[in-house]
């Protein structure tokens, strides 16, 4: 399905990450990978999951810093040549921002770290990559239903995931006559690093996975799945947009019994 692309993934943290079983999918199906990881705390995981999935290139990257992120690409250019696919799988607030109400914890550095981390690195990685991507060429960022309906806890996020979501609209409306498609994919929830952090996640896991049309939670695998779609040609009439991967969670306006 991806048969020899060249595919920038950036967000592993650990197995659980869904970036790792995007990875799988996309190493599974013939693509060559390289992998950027946040810092020096990730490379121990990173060297050895590079090591199973076709000796991908690694490349530390802080996302907060510009010239980080011009590096990333360049190295990634020197390598290839030219950049067939990107995975942004890159979320972050600080935690006192996604506990309580949000009129109790929102504050202006809160809002800022949260929006530079969860949606301006997309644009930054897109702009910096945009001229080294192929003719057809394919780019997909993580987000949350959190950005359309209002959800517990999840506050700035939600706001920083709408900003996200504009964001793929743009890039792909200007993209497309370059052959770039750009989607994002909106995750029901999945126990991850970023998710365990949160207190009450795994008694919302359970009372989602009974709401769901599917009537169960979905997969990081099923993620994965529909990940490497949006990144194959099979997917080259798709541009600009959210595809939920939620057991259907979404089409409810009440949830049934
Ligand atoms: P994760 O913790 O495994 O991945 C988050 C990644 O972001 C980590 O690899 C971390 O290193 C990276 N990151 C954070 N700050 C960074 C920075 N400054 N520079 C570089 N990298 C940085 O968790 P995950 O759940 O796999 O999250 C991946 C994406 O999926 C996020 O966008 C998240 O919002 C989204 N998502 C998660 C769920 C869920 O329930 N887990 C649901 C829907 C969407
Ligand atoms: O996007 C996410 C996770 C976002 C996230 C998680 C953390 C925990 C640790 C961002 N930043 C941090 N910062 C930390 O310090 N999800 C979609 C998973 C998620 O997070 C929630 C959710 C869901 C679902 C937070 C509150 C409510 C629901």
């Known amino acids: 399905m991806v048969n020899d692309k060249k595919i920038l993934v950036i967000g592993l943290a650990n197995k659980y990450s869904i970036a790792a079983s995007i990875c799988d999918v996309l190493y599974e199906q013939g693509a060559e990978l390289a992998f950027s990881y946040q810092n020096e705390r990730f490379e121990k995981f990173i060297n050895g999951f590079a090591a199973t999935?076709?000796?991908?290139?690694?490349?530390?990257?802080?996302?907060?810093?510009?010239?980080?992120?011009?590096?990333?690409?360049?190295?990634?250019v020197e390598n290839w040549g030219e950049i067939d696919g990107i995975v942004h799988s890159?979320?972050?607030?600080?935690?006192?921002?996604?506990?309580?109400?949000?009129?109790?914890?929102?504050?202006?550095?809160?809002?800022?770290?949260?929006?530079?981390i969860s949606s301006y690195s997309f644009?930054?990685?897109?702009?910096?990559?945009?001229?080294?991507?192929?003719?057809?060429?394919?780019?997909?960022?993580?987000?949350?239903i959190g950005s359309q309906e209002a959800t517990p806890n999840y506050?700035?996020?939600?706001?920083?995931?709408?900003?996200?979501?504009?964001?793929?609209?743009?890039?792909?409306?200007?993209?497309?006559?370059?052959?770039?498609?750009?989607?994002?994919?909106?995750?029901?929830?999945?126990?991850?690093?970023?998710?365990s952090g949160i207190k009450g996640f795994k008694s919302m896991l359970n009372?989602?996975?009974?709401?769901?049309?599917?009537?169960?939670?979905?997969?990081?695998?099923?993620?994965?799945?529909?990940?490497?779609?949006?990144?194959?040609?099979?997917?080259?009439?798709i541009t600009g947009q959210v595809i939920y991967v939620d057991g259907g969670y979404n089409i409810q306006a009440m949830k049934f019994d």
Do not use: W
């Open 155 to 195: 506050n700035v996020m939600g706001m920083a995931k709408a900003s996200l979501e504009a964001g793929v609209r743009y890039f792909s409306a200007s993209l497309g006559s370059k052959g770039i498609r750009v989607n994002a994919v909106s995750a029901g929830p999945i126990k991850t690093l970023a998710a």
């Open 53 to 76: 999935h076709g000796d991908a290139k690694t490349f530390v990257c802080d996302l907060s810093n510009d010239s980080e992120i011009k590096d990333l690409i360049k190295n990634c």
């Open 90 to 116: 890159v979320g972050f607030s600080p935690a006192d921002q996604i506990s309580g109400n949000i009129e109790d914890c929102i504050t202006r550095e809160g809002f800022a770290i949260t929006h530079d």
């Open 123 to 144: 644009a930054a990685v897109v702009k910096e990559a945009a001229p080294y991507m192929s003719k057809s060429s394919s780019i997909i960022t993580l987000t949350y």
């Open 207 to 237: 009372k989602h996975g009974k709401e769901t049309p599917l009537g169960r939670n979905i997969t990081a695998k099923e993620v994965g799945n529909t990940s490497a779609f949006l990144l194959s040609d099979l997917s080259s009439g």
